[in-house]
């Protein structure tokens, strides 16, 4: 069991939290939730012990193991995926490699009598009870298990790491952190940078494999899937729900209305009180009543209600000219890097005001379908954007393209028009950009802040075919809720690449499968895709040797 007792941060003398205390039991599986700068992130490097709490500790048995993935990973290194992930169990082999030492130089001393000769002995006997304690583990095929679930193909197994994406190193430190079977694995949005057939693989080891469990994410089916206890932080206190985050939702609205009418009953109270007060107030009969009630007011703690975002904002996108029947025809597309087919002989057609998702595992041609729909690479075969188009296009590099030198305010004001223009301080205050910060020049922006900034540029620009290349990444729930009710209103054309399920629900109603090469269209929503391949795709996952 790890206590997490009064903790508290503070910075130049306001509190980010203070007193919070918690358990974390040997089977919890905890959503650490809470708007941004709420302190999510920095109450998870504390217990990691990546950072110091102004005040409080963290106590957990003497060999417990605790597992951290951060947010961002800055990794340099000069060995194979491989090799890498296997330092999961580098002390069990430095145990090992030790032992086998030891053992040879017991095999050429010769001074069976001293003290340093039985020493060895001792030593040799008590690592020995140790490793051959440990469960009998085929170490490479459980490297090779995880390395398979979360996307990496055995071609890659002896590639060098710095080869790969800042996304791939993340997977690969996830291995690690997965290999380890730590007593609590704790998650900093680990979702952001794997596709859905790896999420379902990773909630299949958290569920069923892996002890205590601690994450943040913005992924509501993954976080709804995995937890059974939902930790809130707001207001630099916390709230502890035994519920997955769908159920804590609705205890959270059954506490504020609570909360409400405790305010109000106090406020008619103090309202009371103040009343009797002021009328009496220098009556000689009544001193000692109204110093009583004075007194009374002076040590009253005011009941606070929870911060909610009652904003009521619906984006709409601008109105577009009307497209052709067919706003995108791909026939007998190919597409080769040298000798690696990312896919051949693809097809397919897309109508006016349908709705596609395009799915499938990292590197299977997803990103390369739609930069080939853009124009931007060559390719072998047909493709084309059919007739009056105007393409809205969001790809995973869209924020590197925004002027630098506007700022946030001018980013969006410079493409508003109409009626939104006096709604852009309220619709970026839906991205989380508040207060002072609208007038925050790009170039100082981090790349989540970017890509959000990105996103509402994109949802004020009039257009008819919207292609949106793993758009979520870095929003946060409401923000996601926004994009998700202005995509559902869209009345053009959507092609959606995205690994949140929940965000994807009720979305689109076909699917294009990119698998080995090959591009598969089916005519089934993307809900009816998943459910039905979950099952298949776990199963597939431990049958690949």
Same mark, same amino acid.
């Given at each position: 069991?790890?206590?997490?007792?009064?903790?508290?941060?503070?910075?130049?003398?306001?509190?980010?939290?203070?007193?919070?205390?918690?358990?974390?039991?040997?089977?919890?599986?905890?959503?650490?939730?809470?708007?941004?700068?709420?302190?999510?992130?920095?109450?998870?490097?504390?217990?990691?012990?990546?950072?110091?709490?102004?005040?409080?500790?963290?106590?957990?048995?003497?060999?417990?193991?605790?597992?951290?993935?951060?947010?961002?990973?800055?990794?340099?290194?000069?060995?194979?995926?491989?090799?890498?992930?296997?330092?999961?169990?580098?002390?069990?082999?430095?145990?090992?490699?030790?032992?086998?030492?030891?053992?040879?130089?017991?095999?050429?001393?010769?001074?069976?009598?001293?003290?340093?000769?039985?020493?060895?002995?001792?030593?040799?006997?008590?690592?020995?009870?140790?490793?051959?304690?440990?469960?009998?583990?085929?170490?490479?095929?459980?490297?090779?298990?995880?390395?398979?679930?979360?996307?990496?193909?055995?071609?890659?197994?002896?590639?060098?790491?710095?080869?790969?994406?800042?996304?791939?190193?993340?997977?690969?430190?996830?291995?690690?952190?997965?290999?380890?079977?730590?007593?609590?694995?704790?998650?900093?949005?680990?979702?952001?940078?794997?596709?859905?057939?790896?999420?379902?693989?990773?909630?299949?080891?958290?569920?069923?494999?892996?002890?205590?469990?601690?994450?943040?994410?913005?992924?509501?089916?993954?976080?709804?899937?995995?937890?059974?206890?939902?930790?809130?932080?707001?207001?630099?206190?916390?709230?502890?729900?035994?519920?997955?985050?769908?159920?804590?939702?609705?205890?959270?609205?059954?506490?504020?209305?609570?909360?409400?009418?405790?305010?109000?009953?106090?406020?008619?109270?103090?309202?009371?009180?103040?009343?009797?007060?002021?009328?009496?107030?220098?009556?000689?009969?009544?001193?000692?009543?109204?110093?009583?009630?004075?007194?009374?007011?002076?040590?009253?703690?005011?009941?606070?209600?929870?911060?909610?975002?009652?904003?009521?904002?619906? +984006?709409?996108? @601008?109105?577009?000219?009307?497209?052709? #029947?067919? &706003?995108?025809?791909?026939? $007998? /597309?190919?597409?080769?890097?040298?000798?690696?087919?990312?896919?051949?002989?693809?097809?397919?057609?897309?109508?006016?005001?349908?709705?596609?998702?395009?799915?499938?595992?990292?590197?299977?041609?997803?990103?390369?379908?739609?930069?080939?729909?853009?124009?931007?690479?060559?390719?072998?075969?047909?493709?084309?954007?059919?007739?009056?188009?105007?393409?809205?296009?969001?790809?995973?590099?869209?924020?590197?393209?925004?002027?630098?030198?506007?700022?946030?305010?001018?980013?969006?004001?410079?493409?508003?028009?109409?009626?939104?223009?006096?709604?852009?301080?309220?619709?970026?205050?839906?991205?989380?950009?508040?207060?002072?910060?609208?007038?925050?020049?790009?170039?100082?922006?981090?790349?989540?802040?970017?890509?959000?900034?990105?996103?509402?540029?994109? +949802?004020?620009? @009039?257009?008819?075919?919207?292609?949106? #290349?793993? &758009?979520?990444?870095?929003? $946060? /729930?409401?923000?996601?809720?926004?994009?998700?009710?202005?995509?559902?209103?869209?009345?053009?054309?959507?092609?959606?690449?995205?690994?949140?399920?929940?965000?994807?629900?009720?979305?689109?109603?076909?699917?294009?499968?990119?698998?080995?090469?090959?591009?598969?269209?089916?005519?089934?929503?993307?809900?009816?895709?998943?459910?039905?391949?979950?099952?298949?795709?776990?199963?597939?996952?431990?049958?690949?040797?």
């Amino acid at each position: 069991m790890i206590s997490v007792d009064n903790l508290a941060v503070e910075f130049g003398g306001s509190a980010l939290f203070s007193d919070v205390s918690f358990t974390i039991n040997a089977t919890d599986k905890i959503a650490l939730m809470g708007k941004n700068g709420a302190g999510k992130s920095t109450m998870m490097k504390i217990i990691a012990g990546e950072q110091k709490a102004s005040r409080g500790n963290v106590r957990f048995p003497k060999d417990a193991v605790i597992a951290y993935l951060p947010q961002h990973l800055l990794t340099e290194d000069k060995c194979t995926v491989f090799e890498e992930a296997s330092k999961a169990f580098a002390h069990i082999f430095a145990m090992r490699d030790e032992m086998d030492a030891l053992n040879k130089q017991l095999e050429t001393r010769t001074d069976y009598e001293s003290d340093d000769y039985m020493n060895i002995i001792t030593k040799v006997s008590d690592l020995g009870e140790k490793y051959y304690a440990l469960e009998d583990i085929n170490y490479d095929a459980e490297v090779e298990k995880a390395l398979v679930g979360l996307g990496f193909k055995r071609e890659d197994f002896t590639r060098q790491t710095s080869e790969f994406s800042g996304g791939y190193r993340m997977r690969i430190e996830l291995a690690k952190i997965l290999l380890q079977k730590p007593d609590l694995i704790l998650l900093d949005e680990p979702t952001n940078h794997i596709d859905i057939e790896s999420v379902i693989w990773l909630e299949d080891f958290l569920i069923n494999k892996a002890n205590a469990v601690m994450v943040i994410s913005h992924d509501k089916a993954f976080i709804d899937n995995i937890t059974n206890r939902t930790i809130e932080v707001t207001m630099g206190r916390i709230y502890d729900y035994k519920a997955n985050y769908s159920h804590y939702l609705q205890l959270r609205e059954d506490r504020r209305l609570h909360q409400i009418k405790a305010y109000n009953e106090q406020q008619k109270f103090i309202a009371d009180n103040m009343a009797f007060i002021e009328r009496f107030k220098g009556t000689y009969s009544k001193t000692n009543q109204v110093n009583s009630r004075e007194r009374m007011l002076e040590k009253l703690e005011i009941i606070e209600i929870d911060e909610i975002d009652t904003s009521a904002l619906k +984006l709409r996108f @601008p109105p577009s000219q009307r497209s052709g #029947d067919y &706003p995108v025809t791909v026939k $007998d /597309l190919s597409k080769s890097y040298g000798d690696h087919v990312v896919f051949k002989n693809a097809n397919m057609s897309i109508s006016r005001g349908e709705k596609v998702s395009f799915v499938g595992r990292n590197g299977e041609g997803k990103s390369t379908m739609i930069k080939a729909i853009m124009g931007e690479i060559d390719v072998d075969g047909h493709c084309a954007l059919g007739h009056n188009v105007k393409v809205g296009y969001f790809a995973q590099n869209q924020a590197s393209l925004l002027d630098e030198g506007l700022t946030i305010f001018q980013t969006v004001d410079e493409v508003a028009e109409g009626d939104v223009r006096t709604q852009i301080k309220n619709i970026l205050g839906r991205f989380m950009f508040k207060g002072d910060d609208i007038d925050k020049k790009v170039s100082v922006l981090s790349g989540g802040e970017k890509t959000r900034l990105a996103m509402v540029k994109l +949802l004020l620009e @009039p257009v008819n075919l919207l292609i949106l #290349d793993e &758009p979520t990444n870095h929003l $946060d /729930l409401k923000s996601k809720d926004v994009l998700k009710e202005a995509l559902l209103d869209f009345d053009g054309t959507l092609i959606l690449v995205s690994h949140d399920r929940d965000f994807l629900q009720g979305l689109s109603q076909k699917v294009f499968e990119f698998k080995d090469q090959r591009v598969i269209e089916h005519f089934e929503t993307i809900d009816d895709f998943l459910v039905r391949n979950r099952i298949e795709n776990l199963k597939q996952i431990d049958l690949k040797k």
